[in-house]
């Protein structure tokens, strides 16, 4: 069994935290639009997604939802990546959440630069192993 993350990015940065976390965990990053039709390998699933005009990908939102039954057997979490801190970032984190359907998740601001430290990525990781199955919701 593997991680397997899933991103939808726009500068890089949101494909820069999937490849660390890949690397992390001997996972596998791919671009949400090559997502697998079968999640049965993977333990973990990892959702990255670029936050646009107050939303997160439209193409992640309907595999999540396709996929919703099987998820619920897997550890799952999410991340997103924003350009605010603070109250802006918190709201879109919950708006995120929402929208995805995922309570596990913590936003990143400067993806290509945390990669280099690591250090915030690693804690969002350690949170991640610490969750049980079906703890999506």
Known sequence: MTTLILYASMSGNTKAVAGYIANAT???????????????????????????AGGTSKAMQKYIGENYDTLLTKKVAFYICCMFTGDKAEKQLMDAS????????????????????????????????????????
């Open 26 to 52: 001997n996972g596998i990053a791919m671009d949400i639009k090559n997502a697998p039709s079968d999640l049965s390998e993977y333990d973990t699933v990892i959702f990255g997604s670029r936050v646009h």
């Open 98 to 137: 929402i929208q995805l359907g995922i309570s596990n998740g913590v936003y990143f601001v400067g993806g290509k630069k945390l990669v280099a430290d690591g250090k915030e990525i690693d804690a969002f990781l350690n949170k991640v192993k610490g969750l049980g199955i079906g703890d999506m919701i």
